[in-house]
């Protein structure tokens, strides 16, 4: 698909109204260790000219960035759509969210739910990711953002998990459905105890609380098979695969997963 069929396609004006500039999106594959498919595909912001998603972010200010969180939805579901993600069993699609730019959550949810009903993906097959980084102003708004996403039937995630001082503080205040474990928690998880201990401790509150965990940053066989032997079964990496400019991309198994 190339940028100019995206510009626009289906999004009203959605996707580029008020912003000043155009992107496209990167899918990465979640992947699922035990049978080898991808579990979800994260959608990631790129410029079209090949930027990376730092350019993308640095163009998003106060006044265009309730515009940017809106037609980065739109877009990654009608690019997901296209390139026939919905099509694909139990394979979710991934997107980060600005939990800043939602003003009323059942308002601002309408665009997503319009563009999952045109393309035919099912909604409850999308989640809605919000990094531990993303400095939230009024944490009872984003807990009111969650509750209304779950009720409108989509998953919740918590990215970056670890990577910054809020994190279990976020866990005590909402259960999201998915935490993503940061990179700094499992980078050379394989030869650090440390991080073993810790990654252990943070999978005993989610069994209690019934939330999914998934591994991030994974680059090596060793970090793999440590958190596959920890019990994750979810991963994300370039061991697995890079990000790849609208297309999806099949992972590769470079470990023999442990014996469950």
Known sequence: MTAERIKGGGCGGLCTEGLGFDFTMAFQPIVDVASGRPWAHEALVRGLDGQGAGWVLGQVTEANRYAFDQACRVKAIELAAWLGMSQQADTRLSINFLPNAVYQPEACIRATLAAARRTGFPPERIIFEVTENERVVDGAHLKAIFTEYKRQGFHTAIDDFGSGYSGLNLLAEFQPDIIKLDMELTRAIDTDRARRSIVGAILTVCRDLGI???????????????????????????????????????PAIDFEPAVA
């Open 212 to 250: 999914t965990p998934v591994a991030e940053g994974i680059e090596t066989p060793g970090e793999a098979k440590a958190l596959r032997d920890l019990g994750i079964t979810l991963m994300q990496g370039y061991l697995f695969a890079r990000p790849a400019v609208e297309r999806l991309v099949s």
